[in-house]
């Protein structure tokens, strides 16, 4: 969300995440931001307004993604899971802030019937004084990258400011993709992976890209002012350097097994899908925190090698760029992109939220 606001023409003030090792590969790509780590169910409007060095009625924007793992319909979808209320949470902090606009997204789990009665108390904070549309699906493939991923978007502005939702949201708005397939998608990274770090130089590899078009504007370049990694931003455009080319260690068992696989066919044993070239990559699973188990999330098999995909092809497929930092481990890198959306997705929201308030 943070990428597509700030290619969109917002600055990122402050950012707030529960998780430490989020938190930290955050802060690589957005080092003109404040971080702080809170738990936002005991966090006040005011405290965040303080952290960010702001006063009331300077935010334009409250963004946020509440932990979609109560609503996900790959998961119990538990109207009881404790993280369910930090939806809640979430509206009340944009009633205490009061910004011009507010963003939220989530799994299409959260319109199920069994989870009205919580959603209409969240949205009891703001609504007196939000314009609040109707949740909106956007898949990540009609904004433009390679994945069927899709959210739920539920958008809010001051009603000074808000638009018809028909001007907000035309109905046109999931009718132009233009995103590559997998194939394409992934051009210029490399096949041959090692799945020991040290052989893989750490998983840093050159990157060739061939191809162009708005995809490839995107991955290759489209830097905010102030946002990227310094180190990472150097070593990508002066030496074709990327981060995350990270091999995993198959048995020869489970590579034969990968390799009879047809395009589209999952794994019987690890539930693995092998990716087809010529369509889109299904979407991508955040796996459990340390409080949860642990549990490497199911990765995607890459369509010409017997091997699951690297974080680096995961970003690709993600719509993310490849100067853009993940963490230096799979686990948490996998996460991160699990529990993301499509910097492609947030740009094609954040622009029209800009033309709102800029209009107004």
Known sequence: MSLGAARAGFDLALAVDHDPRALAAHSLNFPNAKHSSQDLS???????????????????VVMGGPPCQGFSHMGKGDVTDNRNLLLTHFFRLVAEIRPRAFIVENVPGILNAKYKELLLLALGFVERNYEVFKPRQIRAVDAGAPTIRTRVVIAGFARSLAPRNSEFWPETANKKSGAPTVREALDGLPLDVHPDPRESRGGVRTVKVSKSGPFFERVTGCVPSGVGSPQGLDKYYSRALVAGCLGTRHSPEQEARYAALAYGQSDTKTKSVRLDPDGYCPTLRAGTGPDRGSFQAVRPIHYLRPRVITPREGARLQGFPDWYQFDPTKWHSFRHLGNSVSP?????????????????
Do not use: C, P, Q, W
């Open 344 to 360: 492609l997705v947030s740009e094609f929201i954040m622009r029209k939220v800009a033309g709102v308030i800029r209009r107004g």
């Open 42 to 60: 005991r966090a006040t409007g005011n405290m965040l307004l303080e952290l960010g060095g702001l006063k009331l009625g300077e935010v334009d």
